[in-house]
């Protein structure tokens, strides 16, 4: 099983950046690729970023987030980032990372693709 902690949440104006660390422990040798979802109230839990977790390419955006957020990783510190740069009212949510151990997912925006999860991050983004 693999344990994902979230880190870096908190309030920001629009316009403001923020950095938000997930770390890894457990059987991180399993994974495959690690992905960020986000779900405000009332809301389903929608895609935000996947990178691979170890070499490859295999970096995948929301096209609400695309140019605006870069996921990024430390493999010696078993931490996947997202940094979250221009930030809108909008992309206030509970930030959450999760694991996905499985190569070759048919659909890597669904999130019963991925095995893991954090327990979350408040991203509060006022206007």
């Known amino acids: 099983q693999v344990q994902l902690v979230e880190s870096g949440g908190g309030l920001v104006q629009a316009g403001g950046s923020l950095r938000l660390s997930c770390a890894a422990s457990?059987?991180?040798?399993?994974?495959?690729?690690m992905g960020w979802f986000r779900q405000a109230p009332g809301k389903e839990r929608e895609f935000v970023a996947r990178?691979?977790?170890?070499?490859?390419?295999?970096?995948y955006y929301a096209d609400s987030v695309k140019g605006r957020f870069t996921i990024s990783r430390d493999n010696a510190k078993n931490t996947m980032y997202l940094q979250m740069n221009s930030l809108k009212p909008e992309d206030t949510a509970v930030y959450y990372c999760?694991?996905?151990?499985?190569?070759?997912?048919?659909?890597?925006?669904?999130?019963?693709?991925?095995?893991?999860w954090g327990q979350g991050t408040q991203v509060t983004v006022s206007s």
């Open positions: 999760a694991a996905d151990t499985k190569a070759g997912t048919s659909n890597y925006a669904r999130p019963s693709e991925y095995d893991s």
């Open positions: 457990g059987r991180t040798f399993s994974i495959y690729a």
């Open positions: 990178k691979t977790w170890t070499i490859g390419a295999g970096t």
